[in-house]
């Protein structure tokens, strides 16, 4: 209990979080990998897991756009087809098309401190990107790419059916909101995509980029926090 305590005030301080009332750095309960939300009642068509299967062995044979001629494999998803929180992020970079795991280089391990900050283990939560494979040199999806891609991404949410979408940076929120949008002007706004609460905030890149910009993350992140431990409303 000490450790992981130890590990809760670690992530807040790389969150750029210096003072928590003593109540708040308590870990949370862990986040049980409960059935996402769906009509009470109604049974899923199929298991998550075997779907999602089926969606990572659709994406290593995907050729409809070019981004798999440079990359190594395509990088489909991390966490549980059950969680209640979806992070969307924007492409594989070097060290995920080498790994095949989504946000485990630098901007995914700031990721991780985010989430456990947040009280939860990335094995709670469902972590994928707009676009599957690696654009060359880390540059940013052309709007052609992520429209070629975003199937597979709306397919994703569809089978997770979370209780809340956080999406990162720019490209995600775009993807799922319009291409209109500005992150700086919606970031900590909750918006919504195909009838699900969505918080877009900064990419951890950016983060990174931007250290002075965490203490906004941070916030946003509480508001998203705050979103999936309400209740289920339960009166429909
Ligand atoms: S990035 Fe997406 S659309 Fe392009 S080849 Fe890979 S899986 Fe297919």
């Given at each position: 209990m000490k450790r992981a305590l130890k590990q809760h005030v670690e992530s807040l301080a790389q969150m750029g979080v210096t003072h928590v009332p003593r109540s708040k750095i308590k870990p949370r309960a862990k986040v049980s990998s409960q059935p996402a939300v769906h009509e009470p009642g109604e049974p899923r068509s199929a298991d998550p897991e075997n779907l999602m299967a089926e969606i990572v062995k659709e994406a290593r044979a995907c050729r409809a756009c070019p981004l798999y001629k440079d990359a190594t494999q395509a990088v489909v998803f991390d966490g549980t087809?059950?969680?209640r929180l979806v992070f969307v992020g924007e492409a594989p970079g070097f060290e995920e098309d080498k790994q095949g795991v989504p946000f485990v280089g630098a901007a995914g391990q700031l990721l991780t401190k985010m989430i456990q900050a947040m009280g939860m283990q990335r094995s709670d939560v469902f972590i994928c990107n707009v676009v599957k494979h690696r654009p060359p040199g880390n540059r940013t999806p052309e709007p052609d790419e992520a429209a070629a891609c975003l199937p597979f991404l709306q397919r994703q949410l569809a089978i997770v059916q979370p209780k809340l979408i956080c999406a990162l940076g720019s490209v995600a929120a775009k993807a799922l909101?319009?291409?209109?949008?500005s992150i700086m002007k919606i970031r900590g706004s909750v918006q919504q995509y195909a009838g699900i609460p969505l918080v877009p905030t900064f990419h951890p890149a950016y983060l990174l980029r931007n250290p002075s910009a965490k203490k906004l993350a941070w916030a946003d992140l509480q508001l998203v926090k705050r979103l999936i431990d309400q209740p289920s409303d339960s009166s429909g």
């Open positions: 087809p059950r969680a909101l319009g291409p209109g949008i």
